[in-house]
T-cell receptor, first 112, second 112 residues
Framework: SQQGEEDPQALSIQEGENATMNCSYK?????LQWYRQNSGRGLVHLIL?????REKHSGRLRVTLDTSKKSSSLLITASRAADTASYFC????????????FGKGTRLSVIA | NAGVTQTPKFQVLKTGQSMTLQCAQD?????MSWYRQDPGMGLRLIHY???????DQGEVPNGYNVSRSTTEDFPLRLLSAAPSQTSVYFC???????????FGDGTRLSIL
């Protein structure tokens, strides 16, 4: 069954605004990752945050992790039309020997 | 840098036909996996491998077979295609199971 659940399912914002997506998961984890999928393409890794980290930055991306609430958020600041894509969180379920388990994703539309 | 290569990109089958989806990676990754992506369902794990000669089932393995005779290749076989297997199939690879995963661009499969 799916480990992560993203919220909201869809998000539409104006260019320049910030976009926040949330992810909840069920079991213990070693790390949590965020991926991006452009229409018709495969997933591309954005950022990995380990279970002992609370916040991580990469360019315009900011990820937080709250292991006590089993939740994470992805913030994209100053969004651009090119950020339009689906965003997925993925967890390892606490094991380093199995593939990632993905949520259903958030579809982000950034309107120019 | 080819990364993860999937072939074919598109395929139409008739119910009952069999076929093999090809996946190859040139990054010397031990871990490989197959996912299917359906609207509103996110990515669901079909089968995965932690090294040559080792495979295991994921969340939705029924109707699919895999083998891993080399590090580079991880083909997915549909034994007797059914309309319920209409989906987009993604292959992914990783150096370590809990690290970053790299995805191919997918095979879009329609079964009539």
């Amino acid at each position: 069954s799916q480990q992560g659940e993203e919220d909201p399912q869809a998000l539409s914002i104006q260019e320049g605004e910030n976009a926040t997506m949330n992810c909840s998961y069920k079991t213990s984890i070693n790390n949590l990752q965020w991926y991006r999928q452009n229409s018709g393409r495969g997933l591309v890794h954005l950022i990995l945050i380990r279970s002992n980290e609370r916040e991580k930055h990469s360019g315009r991306l900011r990820v937080t992790l709250d292991t006590s609430k089993k939740s994470s958020s992805l913030l994209i600041t100053a969004s651009r039309a090119a950020d339009t894509a689906s965003y997925f969180c993925a967890t390892d379920g606490g094991s380093g020997n199995t593939p990632l388990v993905f949520g259903k994703g958030t579809r982000l539309s950034v309107i120019a | 840098n080819a990364g993860v290569t999937q072939t074919p990109k598109f395929q139409v089958l008739k119910t009952g036909q069999s076929m093999t989806l090809q996946c190859a990676q040139d990054m010397n990754h031990e871990y490989m996996s197959w996912y299917r992506q359906d609207p509103g369902m996110g990515l669901r794990l079909i089968h995965y491998s932690v090294g040559a000669g080792i495979t295991d089932q994921g969340e939705v393995p029924n109707g699919y077979n895999v083998s891993r005779s080399t590090t580079e290749d991880f083909p997915l076989r549909l034994l007797s295609a059914a309309p319920s297997q209409t989906s987009v199939y993604f292959c992914a690879s990783s150096l370590t199971g809990g690290g970053l995963w790299y995805f191919g661009d997918g095979t879009r499969l329609s079964i009539l």
